[in-house]
T-cell receptor, first 113, second 116 residues
């Protein structure tokens, strides 16, 4: 089955620890995105990548880092510099940056204790 | 910067009835895309319907249709014959057509409850 997978579904970390969220897609999509969702808020863009080995900051990139070493993978690291990391994180992809639809993964709920 | 506003945090509808969710947006662009996404309790984001700004005809997908008023910058979603499975958060989203800025800008969402 083609799709986007995010793992794990739930993630718990202690304050001050870095944590990496996984996002994998087998859709052969060029573009990938990371969004953050907080209660009562819409999704906000953290980082996006239009092509392998290239990525751009979104609206709320502070405290986060990404890599895009492979087309199918776009991991997100939440660093200790992120002030309020507890949130729901959604990964998305699209065939290419100009395509007008993004396809979403099932998300990861991160809780920092 | 573009903004998207959903003025109804919560809405409810009786099963089989019709409900309309509101969305307004602010932009100086003439060409762009608008979307409605559904997020059920599973939290999977599902595309419901999309509209290209250059198309005057309102988009329709089965029981879902939009009322796109470009001059008023309004993009409402109408759900006809509401079903229990329609209960979800609904997000309106805007996407520029300009290259290099492919992000989606989301509203804060409307929680739709469907009463049996």
């Amino acid at each position: 089955d083609g799709g986007i997978t995010q793992s794990p579904k739930y993630l718990f970390r202690k304050e001050g620890q870095n944590v990496t969220l996984s996002c994998e897609q087998n859709l052969n999509h060029d573009a990938m995105y990371w969004y953050r969702q907080d209660p009562g808020q819409g999704l906000r863009l953290i980082y996006y990548s239009q092509i392998v080995n290239d990525f751009q900051k979104g609206d709320i990139a502070e405290g986060y880092s990404v890599s895009r070493e492979k087309k199918e993978s776009f991991p997100l690291t939440v660093t200790s510099a992120q002030k309020n990391p507890t949130a729901f994180y959604l990964c998305a992809s699209s065939p290419d940056p100009s395509y007008n639809e993004q396809f979403f993964g099932p998300g990861t709920r991160l809780t920092v204790l | 910067a573009q903004t998207v506003t959903q003025s109804q945090p919560e809405m409810s509808v009786q099963e089989a009835e019709t409900v309309t969710l509101s969305c307004t947006y602010d932009t100086s662009e003439s060409d762009y895309y608008l979307f409605w996404y559904k997020q059920p309790p599973s939290r999977q984001m599902i595309l419901v319907i999309r509209q290209e700004a250059y198309k005057q005809q309102n988009a329709t997908e089965n029981r879902f249709s939009v009322n796109f008023q470009k001059a008023a910058k309004s993009f409402s979603l109408k759900i006809s014959d509401s079903q229990l499975g329609d209960a979800a958060m609904y997000f309106c989203a805007y996407r520029t057509s300009q290259g290099g800025s492919e992000k989606l800008v989301f509203g804060k969402g409307t929680k739709l409850t469907v009463n049996p």
